[in-house]
């Protein structure tokens, strides 16, 4: 019997094939110099990253030359510590330096978020030799990728992914989804357990036989970051790349706020940037209503209420985010059970401000805006798409309960990475 099989068929059952990873800089990265050089180069780069950013996302096109750029900037090594010859930037400063590159593309801003949590880490948890060793990869350029979370298992928390010891070197084996920056990166950090169950860093060559990142991310928002799927097959990984990562909570510790900090930057430009859409739009492009008697839409007495109210509510995010700044920089100068709770709780509130502020302001944006604001030349809704989609990576619900917990009964928040 003679069958016939189509092309999409065949196709359609070919296993994903891994992508290959980008090539290592062949110059050193720039290395700024202080918190007020950080900002200049972060507000040069949101420049650029701005003028192309709405044909990305429509393309899906990754931000191959902006990353290089991004991270021979210095900007990817900010928070390496003075002592090992980085900048150490406060976090406050490096709050802003993500708010105001994701302002001009979040997907950019989200995929350096675990570079530079995975760079505290190591500052919390290495010996000497190792941060001497990962912290002069970063200064260089290097740049760490993320294969943390996994789909299918119970919660976020459980891991199956792991590791067997072989003397000077591990193997990995599991798989990862959510992996955010893996395609585009030099290293990647994978979270895999040893035989006791407790979470190591690591970090892997990019290109290791066996490790392959599947270029299978999908959301409809945040569509640039690659966040797709890692598959580890006997992956070698050498002692001096793994890095004990359940230390960084066995004492009072800063890691999951300032992973948490970051997220809270993200969503603090998303929103800024949509507010400054709807003022350009209504501006220069909206039509006044019928019934309101004026010429401009931007004189419209119930438009300027809101826009507003969205301007308060962004700058008491920006605030409370700036506020998290500090309690964090506390925290990691002195970390006790009660700096770091501090710096958890103003973590916590800022996330809830820069979630519901980036939602209100991607979403008002067209009814202030009016329906020419949707056509697709203006791609305005890739706005509330990254809001909606960078928003949910952990639920700020929760985020409510902690802060009255702790208001109400003394509770201090729960120590994970989460956290």
């Known amino acids: 019997m003679n069958i016939a099989v189509s092309a999409s068929a065949i196709e359609a059952n070919r296993v994903p094939q891994g992508v290959p990873g980008p090539e290592k800089p062949s110059e050193p990265a720039h290395i700024v110099r202080d918190d007020a050089e950080a900002l200049?180069?972060?507000?040069?780069?949101?420049?650029?990253?701005?003028?192309?950013?709405?044909?990305?996302?429509?393309?899906?096109?990754?931000?191959?030359a902006e990353l290089d750029a991004f991270s021979q900037s210095g900007l990817w090594s900010i928070n390496v510590p003075k002592a090992h010859g980085g900048p150490g930037v406060s976090y406050r400063t490096l709050a802003q330096v993500i708010a105001i590159v994701s302002a001009a593309d979040p997907s950019i801003g989200q995929i350096a978020q675990n570079h530079l949590g995975i760079v505290a880490a190591i500052d919390t948890v290495s010996d000497d030799a190792q941060k001497a060793l990962l912290f002069g990869k970063v200064l260089a350029g290097t740049r760490f990728g993320n294969a943390f979370s996994e789909s299918g298992t119970p919660r976020a928390a459980d891991f199956k992914t792991h590791f067997v010891?072989?003397?000077?070197?591990?193997i990995v084996h599991g798989r990862k989804f959510y992996a955010t920056g893996a395609l585009l990166a030099h290293l990647v950090p994978i979270v895999a357990v040893d035989?006791?169950?407790r979470p190591w860093y690591a970090i892997a060559e990019r290109n290791a036989p066996g490790l392959s990142v599947i270029d299978d991310w999908s959301s409809f928002g945040q569509r640039t970051t690659a966040s797709g799927t890692v598959i580890l097959e006997d992956v070698r990984v050498e002692k001096s790349h793994l890095v004990?990562?359940?230390?960084?909570?066995?004492?009072?510790?800063?890691?999951?706020a300032i992973f948490q900090v970051i997220q809270a930057a993200v969503d603090a430009g998303i929103a800024r940037e949509a507010l400054a859409e709807t003022v350009a739009f209504v501006r220069t492009k909206s039509r006044p209503w019928i019934d309101s008697g004026l010429e401009r839409a931007s004189d419209d007495p119930h438009t300027i209420a809101i826009v507003g109210d969205l301007t308060i509510r962004l700058h008491a995010a920006e605030a409370l985010l700036d506020r998290a700044g500090l309690a964090l920089d506390a925290a990691v100068a002195a970390p006790d059970a009660g700096s770091v709770a501090a710096a958890q709780l103003a973590v916590a509130e800022a996330k809830v401000l820069t979630t519901e502020v980036a939602l209100a302001a991607t979403n008002t944006l067209f009814e202030l805006a009016g329906t020419r604001s949707t056509l697709d030349e203006h791609n305005l809704d890739r706005h509330w798409r990254n809001a909606r989609t960078h928003t949910l990576h952990d639920p700020v619900r929760w985020k409510y309960a902690i802060v009255g917990n702790h208001a109400l009964n003394g509770v201090a928040p729960p120590f994970h990475a989460w956290s």
């Open 40 to 64: 200049r180069v972060a507000h040069v780069l949101a420049d650029a990253f701005r003028t192309e950013a709405a044909e990305r996302d429509r393309t899906r096109r990754r931000p191959f």
């Open 165 to 170: 010891d072989h003397g000077d070197h591990v």
């Open 195 to 197: 035989d006791q169950g």
């Open 244 to 256: 004990p990562a359940w230390k960084g909570y066995e004492r009072p510790s800063a890691n999951g």
